[in-house]
């Protein structure tokens, strides 16, 4: 498990830089999570990203047995406009998403909607996250077999009626609305996409 998040660590600080904060939050029953926050200066877009959510394979609830082994690995990165809101309270709703794979028996994958029941930070509009898919920023961690790679999530804040219309038409609907619209989903204080 260590050997693991070692790695996870070592492929963010290549992705991303040096992490400028950490926090730790740990759950009843559950592994530590950290959030690393990674601020880039020349775009004044600060990313934050979970560390422990990749430690254990990820496990159908239907199953009998998870496999210690084998399954989806992953972590969450959040990429939001610097200084124009309270972004850094984010870190526990994040810890409790990383966490839930292990609290709730899910399987975070893109196109999933994650919903922490209150805003993401004070006053935030968004609710809930959209999972979009991995590869753009920071690439997969390829294990050795039979490990799956871990896969780094990029997370789409999403308002409660975005949320509501991604259920009716699905995650890819959305993203198409917010390109066609000239969403910036990394602006923690714009308002819903038109959803007419």
Not at 47 to 70: E, I, N, Q, W
Not at 118 to 138: H, I, K, M, N, Y
Request: overall charge negative; proline content about 10%; charged content about 20%.
């Amino acid at each position: 498990m260590g050997e693991v998040l070692a790695l996870v660590e070592a492929r963010l600080c290549t992705a991303l830089g040096e992490p400028d904060a950490r926090a730790a939050v740990t759950f009843l029953g559950t592994d530590r999570i950290e959030v690393l926050r990674f601020f880039d200066r020349d775009s004044g877009v600060v990313r934050y990203a979970t560390l422990g959510m990749s430690a254990h394979p990820m496990s159908d609830p239907a199953s009998v047995l998870a496999d210690p082994v084998k399954g989806p690995r992953a972590e969450l990165v959040l990429s939001v406009r610097a200084g124009l809101a309270r972004t850094d309270e984010v870190l526990r709703p994040l810890a409790v998403l990383a966490a839930s794979p292990q609290v709730e028996g899910v399987v975070v994958t893109p196109g999933a909607s994650l919903d922490v029941g209150g805003p993401l930070w004070p006053e935030a509009p968004f609710t809930s996250v959209l999972v979009a898919e991995p590869g753009g920023l920071v690439e997969d961690l390829e294990q050795t077999a039979p490990m799956d790679p871990v896969r780094f999530l990029p997370l789409l804040p999403m308002t409660p009626n975005e949320a509501a219309w991604k259920r009716v038409h699905g995650a890819q609907a959305l993203q198409e609305r917010w390109l066609a619209r000239g969403t910036d989903p990394r602006d923690p204080l714009r308002g819903s996409v038109a959803l007419d």
